[in-house]
């Protein structure tokens, strides 16, 4: 098993930066790929980024792709987010997720273990 809880999230301005947090509880943690999600008002959960068990392999949404970073840490059984020139359309509710069941990562479905989400909200 393996609890996550997001942090980090804000109300910010366009152009700012914000940082995500994931922390991992269970011993197995180190061993999953990890993901962010998010849910804007009205929308589907949508993929946003991926980060392999030992971060070789990094994966983005092409909306995101070069503004997001994801990251981890696992001595600290942590993931990160950094968020850099936000827009509005960055408003949702971003979650992470861990343990795959298979390679269509993009697909919330395939995602075993998620948190409770923290509210993005970005004011134009």
Avoid: H
Avoid at 85 to 104: H, M, R, W
């Amino acid at each position: 098993q393996v609890q996550l809880v997001e942090s980090g999230g804000g109300l910010v301005q366009a152009g700012d930066s914000l940082r995500l947090s994931c922390a991992a509880s269970g011993r197995t943690y180190v061993t999953y790929p990890m993901a962010w999600f998010r849910r804007a008002p009205q929308k589907e959960r949508d993929f946003v980024a991926l980060i392999s068990s030992n971060g070789d392999t990094i994966r983005y949404a092409e909306s995101v792709k070069g503004r997001f970073t994801i990251s981890r840490d696992n001595a600290k059984s942590t993931m990160y987010l950094q968020m850099n020139s936000l827009k509005p359309e960055d408003t949702a509710v971003y979650y992470c997720a861990a343990k795959p069941d298979a390679n269509a990562y993009g697909l919330p479905t395939t995602w075993n273990y998620w948190g409770q989400g923290t509210q993005v909200t970005v004011s134009s």
